[in-house]
């Protein structure tokens, strides 16, 4: 019985593992794939993250406008 129940263990281990490493590697084409097709689009655009900041603390207005300026000068 308990020689059964390992045997049949080890025949679903062989057959699922092959299964999941295709998958797994279909899945690692695909986000290698969409790296090149989608060159160039993961910008970081601060002034699309950019808020009213006035709602905010007198010295973490300082920060983020400091920050901020040190960011526009890395461009």
Same mark, same amino acid.
């Given at each position: 019985?308990?020689?059964? %129940?390992? &045997?049949?263990? +080890?025949? +679903?281990?062989?057959?699922?593992?092959? +299964?999941?490493?295709?998958?797994?590697?279909?899945?690692?084409?695909? %986000?290698?794939? &969409?790296?090149?097709?989608?060159?160039?689009?993961?910008?970081? /655009?601060?002034?699309?993250?950019?808020? *009213? /900041? &006035? +709602?905010?603390? *007198? *010295?973490?207005?300082?920060?983020?406008?400091?920050?901020?300026? *040190? %960011?526009?000068?890395?461009?």
């Amino acid at each position: 019985m308990i020689l059964a %129940l390992l &045997a049949s263990a +080890v025949a +679903v281990a062989c057959f699922f593992a092959p +299964v999941l490493l295709v998958v797994i590697g279909v899945l690692l084409l695909l %986000l290698v794939f &969409a790296r090149f097709v989608y060159r160039r689009r993961d910008r970081y /655009i601060p002034n699309l993250y950019s808020r *009213d /900041i &006035a +709602v905010y603390e *007198d *010295d973490y207005q300082a920060f983020v406008r400091r920050t901020m300026s *040190d %960011l526009r000068q890395c461009r």
